[in-house]
């Protein structure tokens, strides 16, 4: 199992309240719970906010299921910078005496990974991965780029924690824009300043910061001073419960990565750049929560206003 | 890899059509699409009209990722009956070395299988699994039982082929009843009527029959024959592509099955029995697409307003 990060005891407390108010459903898995038609309702409001928010982008919508094909992931570079967060997919391959023998090791509780063989597809580790060999297979891009619309997106990471704002699966909200470089850049702050004012004006105190993001092992620390020394991530924080604000949203710009690994180019030919952001939709509602308190229909009237009123 | 069923000539057409119509988006490993803006649009409405349809039952509404505890699985039979379809989830759990073999053998996309350790998360197989630990843990029933709206919850099957409406993870919308045996099998008959009536309604050519699970190896027959002679499972089928109908909903009695192995009581300590329908949503859009042209805004008066018209 993986290194598990106890909660703080304000997490713990916190999660308490939230599984007793029927806002979370404990698993016995740390870090997958499920939601209660409450926690749902705020959770596919904000979702619906952020689509009205980019509306006037002209945005494509496109959807994926949590799954991206192995060989996408190996080729991007995931496995180097966060081999600890990643999920694979393995599946039964075998006959009917290996089946009986799996079962009954399994009914048991014993081992029974030596009859899993791995498959060809493994979780999504961000909402924005599957879109851009979608968008690089039609071939050169339109005048101006494109904005994706990736919606509420379920991805995985694989860190146990025994905080409620620290899951191994949840919904991304995920926006994407693919295009010229000073497009995508201009794109991306436009938006950390918009999801700024958005979050605020939920009543959550939010900032953002440079960020990095938590890449593995010794070089992974160089890539982390390199990243924050390019100004390549930014970070929405809101104080959720813990001893240090939480990340709600990040904002990436990738320059020519992810569009030179899929043959993204521009109208002209040259090679794109991307940026995307994604809102973590789960602790978005666990932030307003906290904040304005367990029952949201005792939320203030503005918060409420904003979330339930339909553009 | 897992046997792969290719498509018959009209299903590979077919799926041809969807894509040139970026209704749905190749990804490269069969059985799992991307979703265009108009397809994603049209499963929305139908997941929000079977809320509609349920919502004189009073359900609770309760989401899960579609992750589930591995050790719920190894309990539940899943791995005798269909351990061919199951996903099981694997991470990696070792050092900075191990990490860059690994990387390395991935880049050039060899086997790095030996690198990936079982998580204790499997992928759901079907969408109402959550849902019985979540309710036994609260102790007995309430008088009459509970009704659960699991909503459209992503779940796996590890079954890849070149049929569209065959994918590898796709959305049940799902409802679960369970209370006393004659509350739970006649809410299951009353439903099937009335999912019966909701296709016809979208102008889908629906029957539904007795059905049997995809069992797997000899002893597999043997619970299939079972399943038909008691009539624990219904199912409604439409034409969409290949040589015989798909199924789009399905409906099952498990008699005390789940109960007894989450510990659901009734309110006077009886054993519960469970039952739980799921639509395709995928494939019913799928059907929709087939039987009334590509583009949903060409459809027939009376099916658009069925599914755009809110409540």
Request: proline share 7%; aromatic share 10%.
């Amino acid at each position: 199992m993986a290194e598990y990060r106890p909660a703080a005891p304000d997490q713990e407390a916190f999660l308490e309240e939230l599984v007793a108010a029927r806002l979370l459903v404990r698993t016995g898995v740390p870090g997958v719970y499920g939601r209660g038609g409450a926690f749902e309702d705020v959770r596919l409001r904000f979702d619906d906010l952020v689509a009205r928010l980019a509306a006037p982008d002209g945005p494509e919508v496109l959807r994926f299921p949590p799954l991206l094909p192995r060989r996408q992931l190996e080729s991007s570079g995931y496995l180097k910078s966060f081999p600890h967060l990643a999920g694979s997919i393995f599946a039964f391959e075998g006959d009917e005496a290996q089946a009986l023998a799996q079962e009954e090791r399994a009914a048991r509780h014993e081992d029974w990974s030596e009859y899993q063989s791995q498959s060809d597809l493994v979780l999504t580790p961000a909402a924005c991965y599957p879109v851009y060999p979608a968008v690089g297979a039609r071939g050169p891009l339109p005048a101006g780029g494109v904005t994706v619309d990736a919606g509420g997106a379920y991805v995985f990471r694989h860190e146990p924690s025994g905080d409620p704002a620290r899951l191994q699966m949840f919904h991304q909200r995920e926006l994407v824009r693919i295009g010229e470089p000073e497009t995508v850049e201009a794109w991306r702050d436009a938006w950390r300043d918009r999801a700024l004012d958005l979050l605020r004006g939920l009543g959550l105190d939010a900032d953002f910061d440079v960020a990095t993001d938590p890449f593995f092992g010794r070089s992974g620390r160089m890539l982390a001073a390199s990243q924050r020394q390019q100004a390549l991530k930014f970070e929405i924080q809101v104080q959720i419960a813990g001893p240090e604000p939480t990340a709600v949203a990040s904002f990436n710009y990738h320059q020519d990565h992810f569009a030179a690994a899929h043959g993204i180019t521009l109208a002209d030919g040259g090679v794109a750049h991307t940026a995307c952001l994604g809102f973590g939709e789960e602790r978005i509602v666990l932030a307003l929560l906290r904040t304005h308190g367990l029952d949201p229909a005792g939320w203030p009237e503005d918060v409420r206003s904003r979330l339930w009123t339909s553009a």
